[in-house]
């Protein structure tokens, strides 16, 4: 009986002349009887999660896939069957069981980048925030700083942003900054998302079941 069919290499060694060797982070071969056995450990274990890790991944985009395939399926048959549809023009959609404990929701959200009309906007808050006592309107200076502020990726924090054309401010400079904003707003695409969500009954909130590992 052949010794090597019997005892495949494991994942990560290469058979040279024989001898069992791995690759290392430099691309360099190393026999694997001079690997450190907390090393070769670690290795196992590793490639053993990121097995698993790219094995749920899969199956998670087939779910999407058959998620997608079948609401729409479902969306045909009302149409043609019954002259119903669900949702509205941005493509929103509930789906919704019969005792109501149950609904899946498809929502399509928009992907916003803002334009350099961004930075005038900057420039005409910033003269309102310079001529503002330093005493007043704290909480709007405190927002007003987080929202030109960037995060660690460098990104505007859109959300303050957005709460910004929210305030009604009676200074001129500060509605024409407002409307730079607005102009420099831009829907760049849109993005779709799948939310399942459970209850126990008609008057229970709504539980969201979680497939994001962040979010587990």
Known sequence: MNEQADNPP???????????????????LMPVELIKPKDRLMDEEVRKVVGFAQELSGRISRFKGHVFDDL?????????????????AKGNRTYMSYDGLMRVQIRVADQIEFGPELQQAKVLVDECLNEWSADSRPEIRALITKAFDTDKEGQINRSEIFMLLQLDIDDERWKEAMRAIKEAIRVVGSKTYQRFQIRDHADAGWDTITIDLAKA
Do not use: F
Not at 10 to 28: F, L, N, Q
Not at 72 to 88: N, P
């Open 72 to 88: 729409g399926s479902l969306d045909a048959l009302l149409a043609q069957e019954y002259g119903a549809k669900i949702g509205g």
């Open 10 to 28: 494991k994942a990560g060694v290469i058979d040279v002349g024989g001898v069992p060797h791995m690759r290392d982070a430099k691309g360099a």
